[in-house]
């Protein structure tokens, strides 16, 4: 952790210096020095490709989760996303003006940068290979703006920019925002190819254009494989909370984009938005499994936290049957447990596909049509809901004393097709046949 630290320092320092001297050869020895080879899932055979891996959580965990047990032929590479980050904002006028979600722009001055990024970069890669032949790289969200140049010039030196789209999972309310976007503010993708979870994502990026329908796929989610292997696993007296995120759900990160009038293009249940946290709903829930904890000493109770969260829990004494774990992926708390709680997160849909019981806390939201636009679309049963805070022990408890049946789905499947494109455990094999079928490929 604090090797990367350090090496991330030298490159906010060293990237912006040789990028604004044009210091081609002294940069393109600098990217190579911070390629790292992912030895845990080296192939099998005798290496045919080289691929550079822009790293981020949750995508990582796609990769490695196919590649650990598929990967015949293919060398992978990590390389930090800051690396490109720093020559985009180094070479980008105005960059603050553009986003991830707001890449197109009226700007001369910035879209003729853009331009300046993009013949920059194709001469870089062009020097990279001279030393280090590589055949492309994978990325997890074809959004990223310090990366959109980059699948151009990568296209333009033949190199095959392969991006494994994480972000598919949106409540209706988001979702309605997000098409528009895709639509009006995003430009044409133009790497090389795209794999999105499900048909419903696929559909949305197809309706915007922003790529021809040959050259995107439905691969489904290929972490959550890991999840249905948990299914015949018996769980144990365990309770796993994903702590609920204050505006998970909302499109509110959409919104503070973009000038305020923007917002009034939509409307949720004939309303506008208003921003809104979910945070005394995180609050009763900690509260009510504190009380859980202390009554019953039998009960082992996991709170599954965003790194960086410490600061709320600073002054919270929790029982020693309560474990607070901060940061990473949570999936492999899902082994185990025998209850899920959560809101709008990924593990909810993960849990599902672990065949574990699901409950998901809605406190006095039972009848506000308007905030369930901004809950994710499970189609799970009343048993699944707390909307009362007084049913909070009753239902935990009655999913607690269910006897775990190895054969039998506990909530409904739904989900698992429309989110996450998945409802066999075999993302994985799809995904290794995704990559190495782009790879073979004429670009």
Known sequence: MLLNQLNNLVIKILVPILTKLNSIF??????????????????KQKTKYKIIVLGKLGGNEDLYRSQKENNKYVAFYY????????????IVQNHKEIHDYKYLTNNKNVNVSKLKLRKFLV???????KNFDFDGFI??????????????????????????HKENVYTPGENLVSKYIYKKHLGKFEGYTIAVYSEKEKKDILDAKLIDKKRIKVIGCARSDLAFSYRNIIPSYKIVYYSIENGRGTPERFFKIYPDKFRNIFNFSGKKFSNFSWEEIHKKT????????NEDKKLKIIIKEKQGAYNNYKDLKLPSNCTL????????????????IGLNTTAIL???AANRYILIPFYKYKNDNYKKN??????????????????????????LSKKYKLNKNNNNQFSLNYYLGNIDGKSSKRLNEFIINSLKSKI
């Open 26 to 43: 002294f940069l393109a020895l600098l990217f190579r020095l911070n390629l790292r080879k992912i030895n845990s899932i080296n192939p």
């Open 79 to 90: 390389f930090p996303r800051i690396f490109v980050k720093m020559i985009f904002n180094s």
């Open 123 to 129: 001469i870089l890669l062009k020097n990279i290979r």
């Open 139 to 164: 990325s997890f969200n074809f959004c990223y703006k310090a990366e959109r140049e980059l699948q151009a010039a990568a296209t333009i030196e033949k190199l095959k920019f392969i991006c494994l």
């Open 286 to 293: 900690i509260k009510n499994l504190i009380k859980l904890a």
């Open 325 to 340: 774990i901060f940061g990473g992926t949570g999936e492999k708390f899902l082994k185990d447990c025998k209850v899920v």
């Open 350 to 352: 993960e849990a599902i």
């Open 374 to 399: 901004f809950l994710l679309n499970l189609r799970l049963s009343q048993n699944n809901y707390v909307f009362e805070e007084r049913e909070f022990y009753k239902k935990i408890k009655f999913h």
